[in-house]
């Protein structure tokens, strides 16, 4: 027997995620004063993908968007929310976000065209605190981006599958 505690296999930890996203989303609200609103859902109770009006074949599901007017915001913006054990979550404490986390609030930016997004991370074991990390939009990215959708969609209308 590994001497070791079990882990939970990933579909569990993401439903855990899910169940608990509500519940940081109001601890971001209560502990920065900002209104989050959750986006429209479909006829599955599943949220809309949200479209780029100049890109549509880029699509984001934003957990919750960040509303202008209140606590100061005057534009609003794209909040992803993450749930992490102990190890994972002070890694991100220490190092900050790691690439894959930084780039989601960009994707989000990109597609949604607002300007600025906020990270709430809530370590799920422990006497973890919920902490967010604020950014602003990255034009360079938004241009690579542009860039790889468009080579995306244009080896799909050739027929070819893109790598």
């Known amino acids: 027997m590994p001497d070791y505690p079990e882990q939970l296999p990933d579909a569990a930890l993401l439903e855990r995620g899910k169940i608990l996203e509500p519940l940081v989303a109001s601890m971001y609200e209560e502990q920065t004063g900002r209104k989050v609103r959750r986006p429209a859902m479909n006829e599955w109770g599943l949220p809309r993908v949200q479209r780029n009006p100049d890109y549509p074949g880029a699509g984001v599901h934003t957990d919750r968007f960040i509303l202008a007017g ?15 054990a102990e190890g994972p979550y002070l890694h991100i404490m220490r190092d900050g976000l790691p690439p894959a986390h930084a780039l989601q609030p960009q994707w989000s930016n990109f597609v949604t065209t607002h ?36 080579y995306f969609w244009n080896a799909l209308e050739k027929g070819q599958l893109p790598p």
């Not at 006497?127 to 690579?144: S, W």
């Open 70 to 84: 209140a606590a100061g915001i005057t534009e609003t913006g794209d909040l992803e929310i993450k749930t992490h």
């Open 115 to 150: 300007k600025w997004w906020s990270f709430g991370i809530l370590g799920v074991f422990g006497a973890l605190p919920m902490k967010h990390f604020d950014g602003q939009r990255d034009e360079e990215l938004m241009d690579i981006f542009k860039r790889s959708h468009d």
